[in-house]
């Protein structure tokens, strides 16, 4: 798909069934109630000539340019400002108008380089455009007078560049970053003539609160904020719609080309997910894909400590399977196992998921959803009958009280949060369950109503509190349980969250959270209408994470907020495609469409379909796959786009387990800490080449398109078949889309899913079949998936890992906004200028108990092991609790971190590790030894390069 | 496999669904649990380890009492 300029309708599109009619121009238009004269005249096809408009932004009426004259009224009203209504009769285009309109450029352009030529937005430039429309030929007035063609470039963001010698003052990207972004970072400062856009108190924008998310720079229509690509690139020649790679948001964009070469990522305003808005890492920080520690030669070695040596696809691939095939024969059939990765398409999932069952002949397959949200998909299974969230994005604009437990969008899901924030600034209600003051606890006007500031490891206390009070205050939609829900669990459920020892006040003591703040939120969440839960890894990442995850399910059921707009239960998916490697049979227990292996049924019709006999057992799941290679059973691993080695809890465990494996195959964009354990590398290929697509946290599917080759040759979904076909299992495909005709063909949810079909809609949001044709962007409208909903019982089981005297803290991780997951893409980029290192942040109390000062260097001990880490003072903490991320390797973030893992699905517990702190003056003896590995593996790379 | 793992895994599961009010459901859960996600060799561990240590093998006695309830179909 090929597409360039959308069409700008000045002012956003109006909801409503009430029509109105009027005449612009002659010609007859009816348009919602409320839309504007500019809006509805573009629907006509008449574009009003304009500057301070845009359809992503409320009117504003300041450019004076968009002038019509409307029958019957005096003057010259502002059309952007304007609601049309019924019999209106409006000219756009008069000879006084274009008078009016003239004399208003001529004052833009008096104070306006004229250096249209050699200027950045030649050729995008809504000002040049717009000189031309109203047809100016000179400007009376001179270009002497005061001016401020001398004024400075702020130069200071690595992205974007600030030249106020160019601005026109129209505000626009003062309203993007407010109305948008909702981060209130721009204002304009001064009056009249030293009107100027100021981030924050004058300052350069990389020391303002500005969090580079190109709102501002998409609504500038000079060159006054323009993306560096294209002042070094020129102007794209043609753009192509796709899927941005980082979070579960799954935002659209295009990529606007030069032939092969991207020059900027723009969002895409049809996109379902963002409609039109973006964050630092999907907006700016792609150059990772072009980054010179790409490699893009196939490597193998006998052992780690080999050289690598470049060498064919055909003697990589031939080296695999027959080392695969090696092993299998020493150590039997079950002896490999494969890992897919949520940074790969669906299709790719799809396909070493079959190369697992079918070719390796077991079902040794994992991914990395295991160690984040594989709660999610136990958990909501087991209440509702499906894993998976139950609303759009958008649905939040129907949202009356926002439960936000263990997640922090406004880092780690920045387009949404901002979603959230509007609707929030609308005057929803938010309740914060979070054991750290998370930036929506206290964000410009957005206040957390309630923020229960829980102990880390009791969120299902405090889930079963909140439920305790709707039940036994008489809070319970009675009528819609009855209805919806199975009655013996509710029954059951009802008499155990009633308990006494399930009260705020019994459990306060244990979760930290004052009893009275718990019923204050319980009640708002019960009565306060259309209410909605969005959780994160906060949830899942615990040793009750899935209890937690059905805590959750029960409160929005006891409450009727499950099935219609503005309700519901979200999980915020961290990786792009966590959804989609689950949906696509990732899990060893179940194939694509999360059916049990052992459904005879099931697999009689993938067997028929792939023409091997299949296993009707579960087989390993990674931390299983850990055990059994250290116990010496496990000895072959093929690792798709994942880097167990650092995201991974424990990483010794980890290292000694790779360590164990004779033949380690790690496919990825860069030499990654799991490929420093392996034997063969195969060049990866990122989201810019290769077709596919990705499945987010809404269950939409969106398209991923090819923009340039693929850097090392292959596609990862054209390695995987290259693979199979060397292990003796035939796999060939001529392109992605016939890889979704075959899950298509193989699962009921997806049987209405085609590249076609998703191609025409824009995106499909699954189900998607006979049944619901158009795809099911809210779930379990009128009844669950599994029935009834089914109430389970949450009884709170303390963590083991509990505080003593000698690790008497707790630590917890998470993300930060300028870095992704591992770093492993966003290292690679200037969004180091944000964070370049991994902190520990520790509350002043803590710190001073331990003498430590906000930048010292600190060791932190857990069970598992230790790191040194900087201090960081920080108000966010509570006193006990201290935080950190995990983005750089040599932190060893998960060094510290335990072999603790949620009770359904093994997900690890990162949220809750015991660890003293303690200042230092060195780095741990695992970072030094991380070093010397790191740099002999280095040389070993660049020995065979 | 570590036994050892096992039997914190196996006793986490069993804490899940002691709290459920029919003894019976709660075995049954538990086995279930065991059966649908463990890989064989994990299962066929654990009951060894339960045969050959007996009391000393740490599951909880509502763990023990499913893993017999229902070894024919986790063997």
Same mark, same amino acid.
């Not at chain 1, 007859?28 to 096809?45: D, I, K, N, W, Y």
């Not at chain 1, 001529?734 to 049987?751: G, V, Y």
């Not at chain 1, 191609?759 to 409208?781: F, K, Y």
């Given at each position: 798909?090929?597409?360039?300029?959308?069409?700008?309708?000045?002012?956003?599109?109006?909801?409503?069934?009430?029509?109105?009619?009027?005449?612009?121009?002659?010609?007859?238009?009816?348009?919602?109630?409320?839309?504007?004269?500019?809006?509805?005249?573009?629907?006509?096809?008449?574009?009003?000539?304009?500057?301070?408009?845009?359809?992503?932004?409320?009117?504003?009426?300041?450019?004076?340019?968009?002038?019509?004259?409307?029958?019957?009224?005096?003057?010259?009203?502002?059309?952007?400002?304007?609601?049309?209504?019924?019999?209106?009769?409006?000219?756009?285009?008069?000879?006084?108008?274009?008078?009016?309109?003239?004399?208003?450029?001529?004052?833009?352009?008096?104070?306006?380089?004229?250096?249209?030529?050699?200027?950045?937005?030649?050729?995008?430039?809504?000002?040049?455009?717009?000189?031309?429309?109203?047809?100016?030929?000179?400007?009376?007035?001179?270009?002497?007078?005061?001016?401020?063609?001398?004024?400075?470039?702020?130069?200071?963001?690595?992205?974007?560049?600030?030249?106020?010698?160019?601005?026109?003052?129209?505000?626009?990207?003062?309203?993007?970053?407010?109305?948008?972004?909702?981060?209130?970072?721009?204002?304009?400062?001064?009056?009249?003539?030293?009107?100027?856009?100021?981030?924050?108190?004058?300052?350069?924008?990389?020391?303002?609160?500005?969090?580079?998310?190109?709102?501002?720079?998409?609504?500038?229509?000079?060159?006054?904020?323009?993306?560096?690509?294209?002042?070094?690139?020129?102007?794209?020649?043609?753009?192509?719609?796709?899927?941005?790679?980082?979070?579960?948001?799954?935002?659209?964009?295009?990529?606007?080309?030069?032939?092969?070469?991207?020059?900027?990522?723009?969002?895409?305003?049809?996109?379902?997910?963002?409609?039109?808005?973006?964050?630092?890492?999907?907006?700016?920080?792609?150059?990772?894909?072009?980054?010179?520690?790409?490699?893009?030669?196939?490597?193998?070695?006998?052992?780690?400590?080999?050289?690598?040596?470049?060498?064919?696809?055909?003697?990589?691939?031939?080296?695999?399977?027959?080392?695969?095939?090696?092993?299998?024969?020493?150590?039997?059939?079950?002896?490999?196992?494969?890992?897919?990765?949520?940074?790969?398409?669906?299709?790719?999932?799809?396909?070493?998921?079959?190369?697992?069952?079918?070719?390796?002949?077991?079902?040794?397959?994992?991914?990395?959803?295991?160690?984040?949200?594989?709660?999610?998909?136990?958990?909501?299974?087991?209440?509702?009958?499906?894993?998976?969230?139950?609303?759009?994005?958008?649905?939040?604009?129907?949202?009356?009280?926002?439960?936000?437990?263990?997640?922090?969008?406004?880092?780690?899901?920045?387009?949404?949060?901002?979603?959230?924030?509007?609707?929030?600034?609308?005057?929803?209600?938010?309740?914060?369950?979070?054991?750290?003051?998370?930036?929506?606890?206290?964000?410009?006007?957005?206040?957390?109503?309630?923020?229960?500031?829980?102990?880390?490891?009791?969120?299902?206390?405090?889930?079963?509190?909140?439920?305790?009070?709707?039940?036994?205050?008489?809070?319970?939609?009675?009528?819609?349980?009855?209805?919806?829900?199975?009655?013996?669990?509710?029954?059951?459920?009802?008499?155990?969250?009633?308990?006494?020892?399930?009260?705020?006040?019994?459990?306060?003591?244990?979760?930290?959270?004052?009893?009275?703040?718990?019923?204050?939120?319980?009640?708002?969440?019960?009565?306060?209408?259309?209410?909605?839960?969005?959780?994160?890894?906060?949830?899942?990442?615990?040793?009750?994470?899935?209890?937690?995850?059905?805590?959750?399910?029960?409160?929005?059921?006891?409450?009727?907020?499950?099935?219609?707009?503005?309700?519901?239960?979200?999980?915020?998916?961290?990786?792009?495609?966590?959804?989609?490697?689950?949906?696509?049979?990732?899990?060893?227990?179940?194939?694509?469409?999360?059916?049990?292996?052992?459904?005879?049924?099931?697999?009689?019709?993938?067997?028929?379909?792939?023409?091997?006999?299949?296993?009707?057992?579960?087989?390993?799941?990674?931390?299983?796959?850990?055990?059994?290679?250290?116990?010496?059973?496990?000895?072959?691993?093929?690792?798709?786009?994942?880097?167990?080695?650092?995201?991974?809890?424990?990483?010794?465990?980890?290292?000694?387990?790779?360590?164990?494996?004779?033949?380690?195959?790690?496919?990825?964009?860069?030499?990654?800490?799991?490929?420093?354990?392996?034997?063969?590398?195969?060049?990866?290929?990122?989201?810019?080449?290769?077709?596919?697509?990705?499945?987010?946290?809404?269950?939409?599917?969106?398209?991923?398109?090819?923009?340039?080759?693929?850097?090392?040759?292959?596609?990862?979904?054209?390695?995987?078949?290259?693979?199979?076909?060397?292990?003796?299992?035939?796999? +060939?495909?001529?392109?992605? =889309? *016939?890889?979704?005709? @075959? $899950?298509? /063909?193989?699962?009921?949810?997806?049987? &209405?899913?085609?590249?076609?079909?998703?191609?025409?809609?824009?995106?499909?949001?699954?189900?998607?079949?006979?049944?619901?044709?158009?795809?099911?962007?809210?779930?379990?409208?009128?009844?669950?998936?599994?029935?009834?909903?089914?109430?389970?019982?949450?009884?709170?089981?303390?963590?083991?890992?509990?505080?003593?005297?000698?690790?008497?803290?707790?630590?917890?991780?998470?993300?930060?906004?300028?870095?992704?997951?591992?770093?492993?893409?966003?290292?690679?980029?200037? +969004?180091?200028?944000?964070? =370049? *290192?991994?902190?520990? @942040? $520790?509350? /002043?109390?803590?710190?001073?108990?331990? &003498?430590?000062?906000?930048?010292?260097?600190?060791?932190?001990?857990?069970?598992?092991?230790?790191?040194?880490?900087?201090?960081?003072?920080?108000?966010?903490?509570?006193?006990?609790?201290?935080?950190?991320?995990?983005?750089?390797?040599?932190?060893?973030?998960?060094?510290?971190?335990?072999?603790?893992?949620?009770?359904?699905?093994?997900?690890?517990?990162?949220?809750?590790?015991?660890?003293?702190?303690?200042?230092?003056?060195?780095?741990?003896?695992?970072?030094?030894?991380?070093?010397?590995?790191?740099?002999?593996?280095?040389?070993?790379?660049?020995?065979?390069? | 496999?570590?036994?050892?793992?096992?039997?914190?895994?196996?006793?986490?599961?069993?804490?899940?669904?002691?709290?459920?009010?029919?003894?019976?459901?709660?075995?049954?859960?538990?086995?279930?649990?065991?059966?649908?996600?463990?890989?064989?060799?994990?299962?066929?561990?654990?009951?060894?380890?339960?045969?050959?240590?007996?009391?000393?093998?740490?599951?909880?006695?509502?763990?023990?009492?499913?893993?017999?309830?229902?070894?024919?179909?986790?063997?």
């Amino acid at each position: 798909m090929t597409t360039f300029n959308d069409i700008d309708y000045g002012t956003p599109a109006r909801q409503s069934e009430d029509l109105v009619t009027l005449q612009i121009d002659g010609a007859q238009v009816s348009v919602p109630v409320g839309t504007s004269l500019m809006r509805a005249a573009a629907e006509a096809g008449v574009m009003v000539p304009k500057l301070c408009a845009t359809d992503s932004l409320e009117p504003f009426g300041s450019c004076r340019l968009c002038l019509v004259e409307i029958e019957g009224r005096k003057g010259f009203p502002a059309s952007c400002t304007t609601p049309a209504a019924a019999g209106m009769v409006v000219r756009t285009q008069t000879e006084r108008l274009q008078t009016l309109r003239r004399g208003v450029m001529e004052l833009y352009i008096s104070d306006h380089p004229l250096d249209c030529l050699t200027c950045s937005a030649n050729g995008d430039c809504e000002l040049q455009t717009q000189a031309g429309v109203v047809g100016l030929r000179e400007v009376r007035y001179g270009l002497k007078g005061a001016n401020h063609l001398d004024d400075v470039k702020d130069e200071s963001n690595p992205y974007f560049s600030y030249d106020p010698s160019k601005c026109i003052v129209c505000n626009r990207c003062v309203r993007a970053c407010e109305e948008t972004q909702g981060t209130f970072a721009l204002t304009i400062s001064g009056r009249g003539f030293e009107s100027r856009v100021s981030p924050g108190q004058d300052e350069p924008f990389m020391q303002s609160e500005c969090v580079s998310c190109g709102a501002c720079v998409q609504a500038c229509p000079t060159a006054t904020l323009q993306e560096k690509t294209v002042i070094e690139r020129g102007q794209p020649e043609h753009s192509v719609i796709t899927t941005c790679a980082y979070c579960g948001v799954g935002c659209s964009f295009k990529a606007e080309m030069k032939g092969s070469e991207v020059v900027r990522m723009t969002p895409w305003k049809d996109g379902g997910a963002n409609e039109g808005h973006s964050c630092v890492k999907g907006r700016f920080a792609w150059g990772y894909a072009t980054h010179k520690d790409r490699i893009t030669k196939p490597m193998i070695r006998a052992k780690i400590t080999d050289p690598w040596r470049e060498v064919s696809w055909d003697e990589a691939i031939n080296h695999a399977a027959s080392e695969f095939r090696r092993i299998q024969a020493q150590h039997g059939r079950d002896s490999i196992g494969g890992i897919t990765s949520s940074r790969c398409t669906n299709e790719e999932t799809y396909l070493v998921q079959k190369l697992v069952r079918a070719a390796f002949g077991n079902n040794n397959v994992d991914t990395c959803a295991r160690v984040c949200h594989s709660p999610t998909g136990y958990g909501l299974g087991q209440s509702y009958g499906t894993s998976a969230g139950t609303q759009t994005f958008k649905s939040i604009e129907h949202c009356d009280v926002v439960m936000v437990i263990g997640a922090n969008p406004s880092d780690a899901h920045p387009v949404f949060a901002s979603r959230m924030k509007k609707r929030l600034r609308e005057g929803a209600r938010l309740i914060v369950v979070d054991p750290r003051a998370i930036d929506l606890v206290d964000a410009p006007h957005v206040k957390a109503d309630y923020h229960l500031a829980l102990r880390p490891g009791t969120n299902v206390a405090v889930v079963s509190a909140l439920a305790h009070v709707i039940v036994t205050e008489g809070l319970v939609d009675e009528a819609y349980v009855a209805e919806r829900c199975d009655p013996k669990s509710y029954v059951q459920w009802r008499e155990f969250v009633s308990r006494p020892e399930n009260s705020p006040e019994a459990l306060e003591a244990e979760t930290g959270v004052p009893a009275e703040d718990l019923r204050g939120a319980a009640r708002l969440y019960a009565t306060g209408g259309n209410a909605a839960i969005y959780y994160g890894l906060g949830v899942t990442e615990h040793a009750q994470g899935s209890t937690t995850v059905m805590g959750i399910a029960n409160l929005a059921m006891c409450t009727g907020n499950v099935g219609r707009e503005g309700v519901g239960v979200n999980p915020l998916r961290g990786q792009n495609n966590v959804q989609g490697s689950c949906d696509m049979g990732s899990f060893p227990h179940e194939f694509p469409g999360y059916r049990h292996v052992s459904d005879s049924t099931v697999r009689a019709s993938f067997e028929a379909h792939w023409g091997v006999e299949l296993q009707a057992e579960p087989g390993l799941r990674i931390p299983n796959m850990f055990e059994a290679s250290l116990a010496g059973s496990f000895k072959g691993l093929y690792c798709q786009g994942e880097d167990i080695v650092q995201s991974d809890p424990n990483t010794q465990h980890v290292a000694a387990a790779l360590e164990a494996m004779e033949c380690i195959v790690v496919q990825d964009l860069f030499l990654n800490e799991t490929a420093k354990y392996a034997h063969v590398f195969l060049p990866g290929s990122s989201f810019l080449e290769k077709d596919g697509t990705f499945t987010n946290a809404e269950r939409r599917i969106s398209l991923v398109r090819k923009v340039m080759p693929p850097l090392g040759g292959l596609a990862d979904w054209e390695a995987t078949c290259r693979l199979s076909n060397a292990l003796g299992y035939p796999m +060939n495909y001529a392109h992605p =889309s *016939e890889i979704m005709d @075959e $899950i298509a /063909a193989l699962t009921p949810t997806f049987s &209405g899913v085609s590249f076609a079909r998703i191609e025409a809609r824009g995106s499909l949001q699954w189900p998607c079949n006979d049944a619901a044709p158009e795809g099911t962007p809210i779930m379990h409208v009128g009844g669950f998936v599994r029935g009834k909903g089914r109430f389970l019982i949450t009884q709170y089981v303390p963590s083991t890992e509990k505080v003593t005297r000698k690790y008497p803290l707790l630590l917890t991780t998470g993300r930060i906004l300028s870095q992704y997951n591992v770093g492993a893409q966003t290292r690679r980029t200037p +969004n180091n200028q944000w964070h =370049s *290192e991994d902190v520990l @942040e $520790i509350h /002043a109390v803590d710190a001073e108990d331990r &003498g430590i000062r906000d930048g010292d260097w600190v060791g932190i001990e857990s069970r598992a092991g230790d790191t040194v880490l900087r201090a960081r003072i920080s108000e966010r903490m509570q006193p006990g609790v201290v935080y950190t991320t995990f983005h750089f390797p040599e932190s060893g973030a998960n060094v510290i971190t335990t072999d603790n893992s949620d009770w359904a699905t093994n997900c690890p517990e990162y949220k809750v590790t015991a660890v003293q702190v303690a200042r230092v003056l060195q780095p741990s003896g695992w970072q030094r030894e991380y070093k010397r590995f790191s740099e002999q593996q280095e040389e070993l790379l660049n020995h065979g390069r | 496999m570590d036994a050892e793992n096992l039997v914190k895994m196996a006793n986490q599961i069993g804490d899940f669904f002691a709290a459920f009010p029919d003894r019976a459901e709660a075995l049954d859960g538990i086995a279930g649990h065991i059966r649908k996600f463990w890989a064989p060799p994990m299962r066929r561990q654990l009951l060894a380890h339960v045969d050959a240590s007996g009391a000393a093998a740490g599951v909880s006695p509502i763990v023990n009492e499913a893993l017999q309830a229902y070894r024919e179909q986790l063997a």
